[in-house]
């Protein structure tokens, strides 16, 4: 299959970041405390502030998450996890706007776990969403969340090698004329705040691709709807904000010498955080996407909770057509099967 002239020029424009060297384990350690030094975070006192009620309000999420929950940590109980995430200013972040890149779709399901069984070091996703004008929390505003899997595939876009950014060589590979490949649903989708402004995603931690670091997109809507035709997708709303989150360089280097991570770090040269523009555009002015983290059990591999506090302009409407660089939004469409058993984990409760 030949790549579309449109969909090849997209990819072109994420290879900017690409470096020559190869350093999949080179670790350069984040600049936090630059970071926190900057000004331009106005949020920022005023989370400091709100710390300990914001991380009470993520202990009582967490907390009643895990009780439901019937995976081996669960039933390790709580006890055993002594450590809680305490809610930082110099980690939480005024995310600037950044863009949506050649992965987006429409059509992505309302829940809040997301993994579909992909495997990987389990993540679960506490975002907070602040007010700008405010600095108070922003009940719901539904965020939508993508990431690609342990080795770098995006679902929709499964036939894209994600060592080249281009379609498979030499398999029977159909790239639509939106950018997809088909119309799977992994690691996508969408679920709104409560009155603490949290939302929290069940995801793994993100693998990585060609040309870029490792990183996961969201948007957020203030005025989203769950679609009424009973597909369970967010109904068209306008967009207040488009961000990618990253994470701290030396915890990427110890997720990527896991199984399901390590494969093609020989194949393929990693991006570094500090390399990415869109990372280096999103951690600058007294910003912050980094997300903070903490082990859930005793190791990597019994997971992660990661946290991080993002403040929106509630009254931007986000021109989609000049944030993606395809210039459409390609829309995946879920035979009902598969929106059933995309949806399933999620049913008990009630969303
Ligand atoms: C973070 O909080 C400390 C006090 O805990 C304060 O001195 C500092 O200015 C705050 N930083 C930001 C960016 O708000
Ligand atoms: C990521 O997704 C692709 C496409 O579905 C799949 O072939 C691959 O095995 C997945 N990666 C892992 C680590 O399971
Ligand atoms: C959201 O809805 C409110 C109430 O209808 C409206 O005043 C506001 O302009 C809307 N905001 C956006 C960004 O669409
Ligand atoms: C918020 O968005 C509105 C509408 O685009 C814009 O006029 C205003 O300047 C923005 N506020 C900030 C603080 O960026």
Not at 129 to 139: A, I, R
Not at 189 to 208: H, M, N, R, V
């Amino acid at each position: 299959m030949v790549l579309t002239a449109p969909f090849a020029a997209v990819f072109g424009l994420l290879m900017i970041a690409t470096t020559a060297s190869a350093h999949p384990h080179k670790a350069t350690g984040h600049a936090k405390a630059a970071l926190s030094a900057r000004s331009g975070n106005t949020c920022g006192d005023a989370i400091a502030r709100r710390a300990e009620g914001i991380a009470s309000a993520r202990r009582r999420h967490l907390h009643s998450r895990m009780l439901e929950d019937d995976s081996p940590l669960a039933r390790r109980g709580l006890e055993s996890r002594a450590k809680y995430p305490e809610i930082q200013n110099t980690s939480c972040v005024l995310a600037p706007d950044t863009v949506v890149g050649p992965y987006f779709v429409d059509g992505e399901l309302y829940r809040r776990d997301v993994t579909e069984g992909e495997p990987g070091v389990p993540l679960y996703l506490d975002i907070g969403v602040l007010d700008m004008d405010t600095c108070e929390p922003l009940e719901n505003a539904f965020i939508d969340m993508w990431h690609c899997n342990a080795s770098g595939t995006y679902s929709g876009y499964t036939g894209i090698n994600p060592d080249t950014v281009e379609a498979y060589d030499g398999e029977c590979v159909t790239v639509r004329a939106d950018g997809t490949t088909d119309d799977t649903t992994f690691l996508r989708g969408f679920t709104k705040t409560d009155a603490s402004g949290i939302a929290e995603f069940l995801s793994i931690f993100p693998g990585y691709y060609s040309s870029r670091t490792t990183h996961i997109h969201i948007t957020v809507h203030v005025n989203g709807t769950i679609s009424e035709d009973g597909t369970n997708t967010l109904a068209s709303s306008s967009i207040q904000h488009v961000g990618q989150l990253f994470f701290e360089e030396d915890l990427i280097n110890q997720v990527y010498e896991l199984d399901n991570y390590n494969a093609h770090l020989s194949t393929l040269d990693r991006v570094l955080n500090d390399e990415d523009s869109v990372y280096v555009d999103g951690n600058t002015g007294g910003y912050s996407a980094v997300i903070t983290t903490e082990l859930l059990g005793d190791t990597l591999a019994d997971g992660l909770i990661g946290y991080i506090t993002v403040t929106v302009n509630t009254t931007n409407i986000v021109d989609m057509s000049n944030t993606n660089p395809v210039g459409v939004i390609p829309t995946v469409s879920l035979a009902e099967g598969a929106e059933a058993s995309a949806s399933a984990v999620d049913a008990c409760e009630g969303l």
